[in-house]
Nanobody, 115 residues
């Protein structure tokens, strides 16, 4: 099992930046895949970014070039650096850990981008 705690959300103007953190209760070296998802009001949860222990990284097309996912294995933390934020990035952002055969979620952190 693993517990995930997200932080770093808040209110920011369009064009601004935020860095989200996801702190894990165990070594993330033992977690094959870490993901950031988001869910806007009235919409389905969507995948934003993925990072694996091998260093493979992928992004949703809507955030590519603006968001950067990274991991600090020493701190058991995964980050999501979000630059040039847009109002459509407004959502609750969730951290997810793929620990076969289960999947674990954090409680989410709200990101609100004003126009």
């Amino acid at each position: 099992q693993v517990q995930l705690v997200e932080s770093g959300g808040g209110l920011v103007q369009a064009g601004g930046s935020l860095r989200l953190s996801c702190a894990a209760s165990r070594s993330i070296l033992s977690i094959n895949v870490m993901r950031w998802h988001r869910q806007a009001p009235g919409k389905q949860r969507e995948l934003v970014a993925v990072i694996t222990t091998s260093g493979s990284i992928n992004y949703a097309g809507s955030v590519k070039g603006r968001f950067t996912i990274s991991r600090d294995n020493a701190k058991n933390t995964v980050y999501l650096q979000m630059n040039n934020l847009k109002p459509e990035d407004t959502a609750v952002y969730y951290c997810n850990a793929g620990l076969y055969p289960s999947s674990y979620w954090g409680q989410g952190t709200q990101v609100t981008v004003s126009s």
